[in-house]
């Protein structure tokens, strides 16, 4: 049978260096939709300054990307310190397969020496339903935003 509850979890590797990567991630609700503009048409913050946990942002998504045309997210964690980020969708047509949908990300800097940095990214989720598939698209969507924020970074150095 198909647990309604689960958990996806993924390691990115990225080239940029970690402290430029998580400025970059940390201006998302601006940068996202010019560098990612495949994947998002807007992001606007609705209340917070969008770096802050407690902030919310209404996230309208390209034309073409299945399943959402847009989500509202609030963040319950985001830490400069750790360069952490957690969110949780409140709104929108995930909550028609999710009763429950948190992701998680950290930047992780490589040890001393060696350029680059590892992105883990993880999201627990609770199905409306069974027949509901695990969020496979949304991993897949996510590792394509980081890595193109990546190309982005290394072009900014």
């Excluded at 560098?35 to 969008?50: A, R």
């Excluded at 919310?56 to 952490?84: H, N």
């Excluded at 980020?85 to 909550?95: A, C, D, P, Q, T």
Aim: glycine letters at 6%; charged letters at 30%; aromatic letters at 10%.
């Amino acid at each position: 049978m198909v647990s309604i509850t689960g958990k996806l979890e993924v390691d990115v590797e990225i080239k940029s260096d970690a402290k430029k990567y998580w400025q970059n991630i940390r201006e998302s609700h601006t940068l996202f939709p010019k560098i990612c503009s495949d994947l998002y048409k807007s992001i606007e913050v609705l209340e917070g300054d969008g770096r802050s946990a407690g902030s919310v942002r209404l996230v309208t998504y390209a034309d073409g990307t299945p399943l959402v045309t847009f989500s509202k997210e609030k963040a319950e964690v985001f830490d400069d310190e750790k360069m952490a980020m957690g969110y949780s969708i409140v709104e929108g047509e995930l909550k028609e397969y999710f009763n429950k949908f948190e992701a998680h990300f950290t930047v992780c800097p490589n040890e001393k020496g060696t350029e680059g940095c590892l992105v883990k990214w993880w999201c627990d989720f609770e199905k409306t339903s069974h027949e509901i598939p695990d969020p496979c698209a949304i991993q897949e969507f996510t590792v394509k935003n980081l890595k193109e924020v990546d190309d982005y970074t290394l072009k900014q150095a």
